[in-house]
T-cell receptor, first 113, second 121 residues
């Protein structure tokens, strides 16, 4: 079992729709969870961090965390073509002392104009 | 705050040559991470520094790889006797570990530089 798992996609949504990206993780003691956006040929850009169960909203982005289910998701409302990118889920497992970040392979998102 | 910078942005080398990459983190950040990313994969952890101390190295980091952060500021990653399998994007990330002094230890946001794309022919 991979430590951080994501559906590789591609996920295709029409412009203006809600894009839902999902991630599961294996280390139950994990405390920190992140979503990064990565455009082709570029480096990852941090867009959301979440530490507590529930929802965290920032503009069009909402991160959702369910530690009991070991599940993290990212919702993108009013999706725009400029949101087309790979979205990386990242987790700091407890066994690493919380300092090392493990990344999923990413989900490719296409937003059709 | 000029963000994390990396140099060079691209490097093409022949198999067997040595290469060195540099990373300049955000100035007040005390932690620095190196990752490697290949096509279709997420970044893979290589090593990290807290100030000048190298605290952890991945098993991915063979004896051909060495990293330093001599003054606790910039860092270098050297690959000796490069192999075609070393071709990848090498990413540096910066973190302000001091945030833990003010809040929960779980605040571990990392900020990436633009990366160095290495091609070994």
């Amino acid at each position: 079992q991979k430590e951080v798992e994501q559906n590789s996609g591609p996920l295709s949504v029409p412009e203006g729709a809600i894009a839902s990206l999902n991630c599961t993780y294996s280390d139950r003691g994990s405390q920190s969870f992140f979503w990064y956006r990565q455009y082709s040929g570029k480096s990852p850009e941090l867009i959301m961090s979440i530490y507590s169960n529930g929802d965290k909203e920032d503009g069009r982005f909402t991160a959702q965390l369910n530690k009991a289910s070991q599940y993290v998701s990212l919702l993108i409302r009013d999706s725009q073509p400029s949101d087309s990118a790979t979205y990386l889920c990242a987790v700091n497992p407890y066994y690493t002392g919380g300092f090392k970040t493990i990344f999923g392979a990413g989900t490719r998102l296409f937003v059709k104009a | 705050d000029t963000g994390v910078s990396q140099d060079p942005r691209h490097k093409i080398t022949k198999r067997g040559q040595n290469v060195t990459f540099r990373c300049d983190p955000i100035s007040e950040h005390n932690r620095l991470y190196w990752y490697r990313q290949t096509l279709g994969q997420g970044p893979e952890f290589l090593t990290y520094f807290q100030n000048e101390a190298q605290l952890e190295k991945s098993r991915l980091l063979s004896d051909r790889f060495s990293a330093e952060r001599p003054k606790g500021s910039f860092s270098t990653l050297e690959i000796q006797r490069t192999e075609q399998g070393d071709s990848a994007m090498y990413l540096c990330a910066s973190q302000d570990g001091r945030r833990e002094l003010a809040g929960p230890r779980s605040y571990n946001e990392q900020f990436f530089g633009p990366g160095t794309r290495l091609t070994v022919l």
